[in-house]
T-cell receptor, first 113, second 112 residues
Framework: DQQVKQNSPSLSVQEGRISILNCDYT??????FLWYKKYPAEGPTFLIS?????DKNEDGRFTVFLNKSAKHLSLHIVPSQPGDSAVYFC????????????FGKGTKLSVKP | KAGVTQTPRYLIKTRGQQVTLSCSPI?????VSWYQQTPGQGLQFLFE???????NKGNFPGRFSGRQFSNSRSEMNVSTLELGDSALYLC???????????FGSGTRLTVV
């Protein structure tokens, strides 16, 4: 049973436009959420996180939104750049200091020039 | 500062053999987690070690084991390898109380 779901395996966006990546979770015990970016042959790179006490967190071009009632979070990238092309993973944890992240299966983002 | 270092990068083993993978965390990081990445299952949590103690364990068979040394370096071992163990094994380290695990580049294990 998948506790973290990324229902879109891929997404294609034009350079300069907004990319919106979505993630749904089922476990109401999750209280910390993270987004990672992964290039081929490299480990995932941490992008941004959000605690369940917030509904939005911004870091430069990246914003994560959390809707706890819907158990849904999204990552917005504005403006999208070709270098953003990668696989994006959503991850969740029940407890900030817990090392057992539960990952979604990823969304492959392609940003076209 | 140096990142998370995993060795070896690539490994080919025969079914039935055992394998040991190594991970050196970022200096000062005491928590080390291991993940298995496969095309079908995505990234799955194996186990986490903190100060030489296993703190969390994922849903993997007992053939998968790990340990952490006093210098925070960690190893994972897979015994009696099966073809399905072919995967990218990723190690991640973190400061206690701070989130945003830093991942290594992984060890690509191929079982033939």
């Amino acid at each position: 049973d998948q506790q973290v779901k990324q229902n879109s395996p891929s997404l294609s966006v034009q350079e300069g436009r907004i990319s919106i990546l979505n993630c749904d979770y089922t476990n109401s015990m999750f209280d910390y959420f993270l987004w990672y970016k992964k290039y081929p042959a490299e480990g995932p790179t941490f992008l941004i996180s959000i605690s369940s006490i917030k509904d939005k967190n911004e870091d430069g071009r990246f914003t994560v939104f959390l809707n706890k009632s819907a158990k849904h979070l999204s990552l917005h990238i504005v403006p999208s750049q070709p270098g953003d092309s990668a696989v994006y993973f959503c991850a969740a944890s029940a407890g900030r200091s817990q090392g057992n992240l539960i990952f979604g299966k990823g969304t492959k983002l392609s940003v076209k020039p | 500062k140096a990142g998370v270092t995993q060795t070896p990068r690539y490994l080919i083993k025969t079914r039935g053999q055992q394998v040991t993978l190594s991970c050196s965390p970022i200096s000062g990081h005491r928590s080390v987690s291991w993940y298995q990445q496969t095309p079908g299952q995505g990234l799955q949590f194996l186990f986490e070690y903190f100060s030489e103690t296993q703190r969390n364990k994922g849903n993997f068979p007992g053939r998968f084991s790990g340990r952490q040394f006093s210098n925070s370096r960690s190893e994972m071992n897979v015994s009696t390898l099966e073809l399905g163990d072919s995967a990218l094994y990723l190690c991640a380290s973190s400061l206690e109380g701070y989130y945003g695990y830093t991942f290594g580049s992984g060890t690509r294990l191929t079982v033939v």
